[in-house]
């Protein structure tokens, strides 16, 4: 059974850092891909960032590039998200999920997915 | 940036049949996927490239594409069924993923 749990959320004061983390279990981790995806309060899903397999390609979406880091370690299958200068706008449940397709790139889509874990953002 | 639109509300009585349309430009080139999350839980793949449905997913629900309009049809709805639903496609393009702005699902 496939098993992800993040954790390191928690209230933090704007412009602070935050580092996530997300155990995953039941699969090969260092053959998927692996992406994160946060919910602000009562809003939709949106794309956070997404890293290969053997970690060697990340990508963000436009919100974070240049303040959060997608990164991961195969050897304790493990996958991190650190947040850097954070506003308001980052207060969100953050997801960690698996990509669905096969090889080191995946297919961009989502097929299983961590609880959560909750970032605030205030002062 | 490309832009996936879902209406913000779907209502539908029990064991009648939902349609959630999940519109964008050239939709019929890219494969679209589809998630329900029910309150208090993490989403869900119930729909993947279109028509597929993972393993446990009931085959009340089905995805369908024509055109720029990509659906999802719930038959025989039940009150388990309420949820919000996300329509996501991955953008060529932008090489970004994308994700509706969801739906949600009331049962009467």
């Known amino acids: 059974e496939v098993k992800l749990v993040e954790s390191g959320g928690r209230s933090v004061q704007p412009g602070g850092s935050l580092r996530l983390s997300c155990e995953a279990s039941?699969?090969?981790?260092?053959?998927?891909?692996m992406h994160w995806v946060r919910q602000a309060p009562g809003k939709g899903l949106e794309f956070v960032a997404g890293i290969s397999g053997n970690g060697g390609s990340t990508y963000e979406s436009k919100a974070v590039k240049g303040r959060f880091i997608i990164s991961r370690d195969n050897s304790q299958n493990t996958l991190y998200l650190q947040l850097g200068s954070l506003t308001t706008d980052d207060m969100a449940v953050y997801y960690c999920?698996?990509?669905?397709?096969?090889?080191?790139?995946?297919?961009?889509?989502?097929?299983?997915w961590g609880q959560g874990t909750l970032v605030t953002v205030s002062s | 940036s490309y832009v996936l639109t879902q209406p913000p509300s779907v209502a539908v009585a029990p064991g009648q049949t939902a349609t959630i349309p999940c519109g964008g430009d050239?939709?019929?080139?890219?494969?679209v996927h589809w998630y329900q999350q029910r309150p208090g839980q993490a989403p869900l793949l119930v729909i993947s490239y279109n028509g597929d449905r993972p393993s446990g997913i009931p085959d009340r629900l089905s995805g369908s594409i024509s055109g720029n309009t990509a659906t999802l049809t719930i038959s025989r709805v039940e009150s388990g069924d309420e949820a919000d639903y996300y329509c996501?496609?991955?953008?060529?393009?932008?090489?970004?993923?994308?994700f509706g702005g969801g739906t949600k699902v009331t049962v009467l």
């Open positions: 039941g699969f090969r981790f260092s053959d998927s891909a």
């Open positions: 050239d939709l019929g080139m890219k494969g």
């Open positions: 999920a698996r990509d669905g397709g096969s090889g080191n790139y995946g297919e961009n889509y989502f097929d299983s």
């Open positions: 996501q496609v991955w953008d060529y393009k932008s090489d970004l993923v994308v």
